[in-house]
C-alpha cells in the first residue's frame, strides 16, 4: 500500500497542504515584476511552495516561463554560469529539438565561449572551455531577456539555496554583475530562497551589498497545526486505519508543525498500525523518527566546540539564566565573552534562534529532542 504521507522529496499534489495565501502573495508580487527573497529553516517547504505556485502560474498565464536552478551544488564561477543558460534556454524553449536548435544559434554566435556538442543527449548541452570573459558573463546574465523580448514572453528565474552562490571564491565579482544586470530587465523577474537564514539576511537586508532592496524579502512561516491535523488523520482514513486526534495532535506538538518532521513521523507511525494508533506504534515512529535523524545531528555537533554543545543542553533543558552562577557552573558555558561569542555562532549556523521574549529556540525541534535524550 503507498503511504499518504510523503518526505524527501518536493510536496505535490494531494500532498502539498495549505499555504493557499502563500501562493497567491508568490504569484501576486512575481507577475507585478518584484523579485522576492523567500527565507525559512531548511525543510519547511520552500522548494515546494514555489514549485507548486509556479505551476500553477505558468497554467494561468501562458506568456509566462518559470526557470528553475538549483544552486546547492554549484561549485565555481564557470559552472553557475554553464548552468543558468542552460536552465534559461531550456525554460524558453517548448519542445527538446527546439531547446538544441536555440542553443546552437544563440550561443554560438553571441557567446563564443560557450561550444555546443554535436550530439545533444540532455540538458546540459554544452561547455565552457575556457574562463568566460566578461563580456560573456554579461551576455549570459542577460539571456532571459534576450530570450524574452525575442519570443514575447516573460521569464521568472526561481534560484534555490541561492545563498550557497556567496561560498564561491568569485562571488563579490558575480553579485555586483547579475545585480547590475538584472535589475535593468523589464520581462525577467527572479524570485531566490534559501534556508540559511543569516546568509540570506546578510546578501538581501545588509546595505553594503550590491543586493540590498533587490526586491521583497518574505519570511516563510510554518503550516498551522489546524491545517496538519485534519491531513494526518485523512491521511489514515484513506488507507483504511485510524488515528485519533489525540495522537494526530500529539504529532504536530512534537515536531512543531515542522512540515518535513510531521510526514517523517506521520510515515513511521502509519507504517507501523496495521488498524489502530496505539501508544506502541505511537512510541516506535517517535523512537524511528530519532534514530533516522541520528547521522545528521551527530554530524551537525562534530562541528561544534565543547563549550556551544554545552550551550545547547542548556537550552534544550530550559535553562533562560546563562549568565547565573549556577547555570554557568553546571554547564561549563564559559566567561562572559565567551558565551556571547556562542550564542551569536549558534544562530548564525541557524541552529538556535531569539525569540520575542529574549530566550533561546532550538530551529530543529528534533535536534533539540535528540539533544535532551543522547546528551
Not at 543558460?85 to 557567446?111: R, Y
Not at 553546571?330 to 531569539?354: C, F, H, M, V, W
Request: glycine share 4%; net charge neutral; with cysteine.
Amino acid at each position: 500500500m503507498e503511504s499518504p504521507f510523503q518526505f524527501g522529496t518536493l510536496a505535490t499534489k494531494e500532498n502539498f497542504i495549505d499555504r493557499n495565501e502563500d501562493r497567491a502573495m508568490l504569484k501576486q508580487l512575481l507577475t507585478s515584476h518584484i523579485n522576492v527573497m523567500l527565507i525559512s529553516p531548511r525543510r519547511w517547504g520552500k522548494s515546494s511552495l514555489v514549485k507548486r505556485s509556479m505551476e500553477e502560474l505558468a497554467s494561468e498565464r501562458k506568456d509566462i516561463k518559470v526557470c528553475f536552478i538549483d544552486a546547492f551544488s554549484i561549485g565555481s564561477e564557470a559552472e553557475f554560469y554553464r548552468t543558468f543558460a542552460s536552465k534559461v534556454i531550456e525554460c524558453a524553449s517548448t519542445k527538446f529539438e527546439k531547446w538544441a536548435e536555440d542553443a546552437k544559434n544563440l550561443l554560438n554566435g553571441v557567446i563564443p565561449q560557450l561550444v555546443i556538442k554535436d550530439q545533444v543527449t540532455d540538458f546540459m548541452a554544452f561547455d565552457i572551455k575556457f574562463k568566460p570573459e566578461e563580456k560573456d558573463k554579461l551576455s549570459i546574465l542577460q539571456l532571459p531577456e534576450t530570450l524574452a523580448k525575442q519570443k514575447g514572453i516573460r521569464i521568472i528565474v526561481c534560484i534555490d539555496e541561492f545563498q550557497q552562490l556567496s561560498n564561491l571564491a568569485e562571488y563579490k565579482d558575480m553579485e555586483g554583475k547579475m545585480r547590475s544586470v538584472w535589475q535593468q530587465q523589464e520581462l525577467t523577474t527572479y524570485c531566490m530562497y534559501g534556508s540559511k537564514r543569516h546568509m540570506m539576511m546578510d546578501i538581501f537586508n545588509n546595505s553594503n551589498n550590491p543586493f540590498y532592496r533587490f526586491g521583497q524579502v518574505v519570511f516563510l512561516d510554518k503550516i498551522t497545526k489546524d491545517n496538519w491535523m485534519p491531513f494526518i488523520i485523512e491521511g489514515f482514513r484513506k488507507t483504511n486505519k485510524h488515528i485519533s486526534e489525540d495522537y494526530a495532535s500529539k504529532i504536530c506538538d512534537i515536531v512543531e508543525c515542522h512540515s518535513w518532521y510531521l510526514q517523517q513521523l506521520s510515515f513511521f507511525i502509519w507504517n507501523q498500525t496495521e488498524k489502530d494508533v496505539t501508544a506502541e506504534e505511537f512510541s516506535y515512529g517517535v523512537k524511528q523518527l530519532i534514530n533516522i535523524n541520528t547521522p545528521m545531528f551527530q554530524s551537525d555537533i562534530n562541528k561544534l566546540t565543547p563549550a556551544q554543545l554545552e550551550l545547547l543542553r542548556a537550552i534544550a533543558a530550559g535553562e533562560t539564566k546563562f549568565s547565573s552562577a549556577e547555570v554557568n557552573s553546571k554547564y561549563n558555558l564559559g566567561n562572559p565573552n565567551t558565551l556571547a561569542k556562542n550564542k551569536r555562532s549558534l544562530q548564525e549556523q541557524d541552529i538556535i534562534e531569539k525569540t520575542k521574549d529574549n530566550t533561546f529556540h532550538f530551529v530543529d525541534p528534533i535536534f533539540k529532542l535528540w539533544i535532551e535524550k543522547e546528551m
